[in-house]
């Protein structure tokens, strides 16, 4: 198998330029589009409640989670300017729209290829935007949980921070890590079916070793360190700093992790560019 993927594909070399990758998808940024609508569309097509279900489904999520936390486990927020329940299931909410805007990417991300087997065989397409689609839905529900947020922090707070301003920049390693694990696991899921088992059990882990539900300063040295090795404990961290407490990111964390995801991404797209041209062998 891995003969068969070198041996059709060309040097990974000059698809780790990201200009290169830049230029790429803003050629296709017509049709990027148009699939980023499609999959919004797509998703609500034929029910009754269409896209209420975008603001329901993150409400109902958010009880859960606050009920289980708070009241039973008794969680605390140190950052938090009160005790009272409606701040907590903010903190809460907050953590959890960035997890699922990761979560909605790397989930869905063995299947984008082996679901459509046209676009790889009768077809001459950019699969590499596919990925891009997955990613501009999660960011279009992310934006709707987000204005849930900055509504409900209205009503709580009396207040929108000013740091919210900021939200695009802290946004920016989210984007990166999504997409470059997108990307690499849509490759993946062609040659290694059951590589969605994996990614399913390694999401699990992940949602509990990201601080969505408990402070980071709750874990105890050392396996705090080891919790801050994961790049969603600090752009959660951020998320919440930015959204929700009126700070202004941990700037050094920030630029670290800007750089790490962007390699990440550039790798991720290396990875799928050389590796496409096998791709009609497997399917």
């Known amino acids: 198998m891995a003969t068969r993927i070198t041996a059709r594909s060309g040097s990974v070399i000059k698809n780790l330029n990201p200009s290169a990758l830049a230029q790429n998808l803003w050629r296709q940024r017509i049709l990027t589009r148009q699939l980023i609508q499609r999959e919004i569309e797509g998703r609500y097509k034929g029910l009754f409640l269409g896209l209420i279900w975008s603001f329901v489904n993150p409400l109902v999520l958010l009880l859960i989670y606050t009920f289980v936390f708070r009241i039973v486990f008794r969680a605390r927020w140190p950052n938090a300017k009160t005790d009272n329940l409606s701040e907590f299931a903010l903190v809460i909410f907050c953590g959890l729209i960035a997890f699922q805007i990761f979560s909605e990417c790397v989930s869905r991300a063995p299947g984008i290829i082996i679901n459509v087997p046209n676009y790889v065989k009768k077809v001459v397409f950019p699969l590499e935007i596919l990925p891009l689609s997955i990613l501009g839905s999660a960011l279009f529900h992310g934006s ?83 919790i801050r090795l994961n790049p969603l404990a600090s752009i959660v961290d951020n998320f919440r700093r930015v959204i929700l407490w009126g700070q202004t990111p941990h700037w050094s964390e920030l630029a670290i992790w800007t750089a790490v995801t962007g390699s990440m991404m550039v790798l991720g797209y290396a990875w799928f560019m050389k590796t496409k041209k096998g791709f009609a062998d497997v399917i």
Do not use: C, H, K
Request: net charge negative; hydrophobic share 60%.
């Open 144 to 226: 709707i949980s987000l204005s849930i947020l900055l509504v409900a922090n209205l009503l709580v707070s009396g207040t929108i921070q000013w740091t919210i301003a900021l939200l695009p920049l802290v946004i920016i390693p989210l984007v990166f890590l999504s997409l470059g694990l997108t990307w690499f696991l849509s490759s993946l899921g062609v040659f290694v079916r059951d590589i969605n088992y994996m990614v399913t059990l390694a999401l699990q882990v992940m949602f509990y070793v990201t601080p969505v539900f408990y402070p980071l300063e709750a874990i105890p040295e050392p396996f705090r360190t080891i």
